[in-house]
C-alpha cells in the first residue's frame, strides 16, 4: 500500500516535470519530437490491424482496440495520418501501409448514403493525390463528390446528414467539413456545380446553424417541401441549447476552408465570430482543451475533447494567415497553447500505449456512452496537421 502511493508520487512527480520541461522548450522543438513519437505510434497502430478494418479507438480501462470497417465515417483518417506523417519522416513503411489501406475505403467513392464523404475520401485520397497525383486518384475523388452531390437538396440549400432517425433533412455542423472535396471537384473538373453547392449548403447553415453568441447548434432538420425548418437540436451534445465542443471547431474549421476556397470576406467574419466564442469562453480551461461541451452542467467534473482542441488548433493556424497582425498572433498564441498540452505527457500516450493512438482524452458521443475519454483517430490527424502548419509556417517567416 505506502509502496505503492510512493510510486504514485513518484509517477506524478514525473509527470509534473515533463510538463513544466515541456512549457520551456521552444515549440517548434517540441513538436519535432512528438511527430518522431507519432511516426513510432503509428508503426506500432499498424501492427495491432487485421488485414481489412482501419483503426477507430480504444478502451484503456478494459484494453479494448476497436475497428470500424470502410463505411464508418472516420475510415479516411488513418490513411490521411499516414500520408502526413510520411510527408514529414519519408519513411516509406508508413506510405506503403497508406496503400494497403485506400483499398479497402476506395469502394466508398460510389457511397450515396452518408454525408461524410468528404472525411473518408478527402482526407485520404485527397491527400494521396496532393503528393502522388494520377488519373486513379482523380476518379476516385470525381465519383466521391459525385456521390456527395447526391444528397443535396436545391430547395432547402442543404446537404443531407443523416439517413437515419427520426429526422426528415437533417444536417450537422460537422458537414462543413465535407465541402472541400466539392471545391476540389470544381477546380479539377471546371464543372461549376459542386462549387454552388458547396457555397449554398454554407450559406444555408450560416443562416440557420448559428445564435446570436456565435455558438452553432449541432442538428437543424428541415422541411424540402419548402426548405423551413422544422427544429434545431442536438445528438452528441449536452441540451439542444448548449455549444458540443467539437461541432464548434467542426464550424470554425469548416468555415475557415470556405475563406480559403473562395474568399469571399463573409466566411472570414463568421469564423472570426466562432472563434471569439472559442477562445475566450468562460468555460475554457487554462491549458486549452475544452470540456466535451461548453455548457455541461458537470464542468469541471467531466470529460475534455481533445478532438475538439485539435481541430481547433489546426484551424486556428491557418485563419491566423488570413487576419491582421494583433489578430493573427492571437490565434497563433491559441494554438500554440493547445499544441503544448496536446504534446503533453497528460494528453500524448507513452509509445505502445493507448492502442498505438498518439492522444488520449477525446470524447466521441458522450450521450450516448460512446468513446468517452479515449483516443479517436480524428483526434490523432487533425494534430499531426496542426504540428505540420505550424511547422510550415514558421518555416517561411
Ligand atoms: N461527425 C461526428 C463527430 O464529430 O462525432
Redesign the pocket.
Known amino acids: 500500500m505506502f509502496i505503492h502511493r510512493k510510486i504514485r508520487i513518484v509517477l506524478l512527480l514525473v509527470g509534473l516535470c515533463g510538463e513544466l520541461a515541456a512549457q520551456k522548450v521552444p515549440l517548434l522543438t517540441l513538436i519535432d519530437s512528438a511527430l518522431k513519437k507519432a511516426v513510432l505510434q503509428y508503426q506500432y497502430l499498424g501492427t495491432q490491424l487485421a488485414p481489412d478494418v482501419l483503426p477507430k479507438t480504444y478502451y484503456p480501462l478494459t484494453k479494448k482496440f476497436e475497428t470500424s470497417g470502410s463505411r464508418w465515417?472516420t475510415s479516411g483518417f488513418y490513411p490521411g495520418s499516414l500520408l502526413y506523417l510520411y510527408e514529414y519522416s519519408h519513411d516509406t513503411a508508413l506510405l506503403k501501409e497508406e496503400k494497403r489501406v485506400e483499398k479497402i475505403i476506395e469502394k466508398e467513392q460510389f457511397n450515396k448514403g452518408t454525408h461524410?464523404l468528404g472525411?473518408m475520401m478527402y482526407c485520404s485520397f485527397g491527400a494521396a493525390n496532393r503528393l502522388n497525383p494520377s488519373r486513379e486518384y482523380e476518379q476516385v475523388l470525381m465519383n466521391s463528390a459525385r456521390s456527395l452531390s447526391t444528397r443535396f437538396n436545391a430547395t432547402a440549400g442543404v446537404i443531407k446528414s443523416w439517413d437515419h432517425g427520426a429526422w426528415k433533412y437533417p444536417v450537422?455542423i460537422?458537414n462543413m467539413?465535407n465541402l472541400e472535396l466539392l471545391f476540389w471537384a470544381t477546380r479539377f473538373s471546371g464543372d461549376s456545380s459542386f462549387y454552388k453547392i458547396a457555397v449554398t449548403h454554407a450559406n444555408t447553415t450560416l443562416k440557420n446553424h448559428y445564435r446570436a453568441d456565435n455558438s452553432s447548434w449541432h442538428v437543424v432538420d428541415y422541411d424540402i417541401s419548402d426548405g423551413h425548418v422544422i427544429s434545431k437540436k442536438t445528438h452528441?451534445g449536452y441540451a439542444d441549447y448548449s455549444a458540443w465542443a467539437?461541432?464548434q471547431a467542426?464550424g470554425l474549421y469548416g468555415y475557415v476552408v470556405m475563406y480559403r476556397c473562395t474568399r469571399d470576406p463573409q466566411y472570414l467574419v463568421h469564423a472570426q465570430k466562432i472563434a471569439r466564442f472559442i477562445t475566450t469562453h468562460p468555460s475554457m480551461p487554462e491549458d486549452k482543451i475544452p470540456y466535451w461541451d461548453y455548457h455541461s452542467p458537470e464542468i469541471p467534473a467531466t470529460c475534455r475533447d481533445a478532438?475538439a482542441a485539435a481541430i481547433t488548433a489546426s484551424a486556428l493556424l491557418e485563419l491566423s494567415r488570413y487576419t491582421t497582425a494583433t489578430q493573427s498572433n492571437a490565434y497563433k498564441d491559441f494554438a500554440e497553447k493547445v499544441l503544448r498540452s496536446l504534446a503533453s505527457p497528460t494528453y500524448t500516450a507513452p509509445y505502445g500505449e493507448n492502442g498505438g493512438f498518439i492522444l488520449k482524452h477525446s470524447t466521441?458521443?458522450l450521450p450516448g456512452n460512446s468513446e468517452v475519454d479515449v483516443p479517436l483517430t480524428?483526434a490523432d490527424y487533425y494534430y499531426i496537421e496542426a504540428m505540420l502548419r505550424y511547422k510550415a509556417m514558421q518555416q517561411k517567416n
Do not use: V
Request: glycine letters at 14%; zero cysteines.
Open positions: 465515417w461524410d472525411f450537422i460537422d467539413m452528441q467539437r461541432g467542426w478532438s466521441g458521443h480524428y
